[in-house]
């Protein structure tokens, strides 16, 4: 174990409960199944660093906002050209 992870775990010993490795392990494994460009890239058997999951895991998230922004414009666009008893319903909805 490096000195710095070592002074890292001291330090945070103080202020919340420990995790091991295992258990730090055990939650990368998690996400790593969670994310689609892991997930379907790899078999079971071939583990991404942690590293990489991470980062896999940020760069998913962005996408996934992005994603949601866009979704949030087309509705908008899409309610601003629509009138009529179904529009109302989907902008009280949303209202909500």
């Known amino acids: 174990m490096s000195s710095r992870r070592s002074r890292s775990r001291q330090a945070a010993a103080g202020v919340s409960r420990n ?11 998690k996400l790593q ?11 079971h058997s071939d583990k991404a660093s942690a590293a990489r999951v991470l ?10 906002h992005r994603e ?4 949030s414009e ?7 050209t629509t009138d009529g008893p179904q529009a109302a319903m989907i902008r009280s909805l949303l209202s909500q």
Do not use: G, M
Request: glycine share 0%; net charge negative.
């Open 33 to 43: 199944e969670l994310l689609p460009e892991l997930r379907h890239s790899r078999s």
């Open 74 to 80: 087309r509705l908008s666009e899409l309610l601003a």
């Open 19 to 29: 995790i091991s490795d295992d258990q730090i392990n055990e939650l990368v494994s």
């Open 55 to 64: 980062q896999e895991t940020c760069n998913y998230i962005r996408s996934l």
């Open 68 to 71: 949601v922004d866009d979704l």
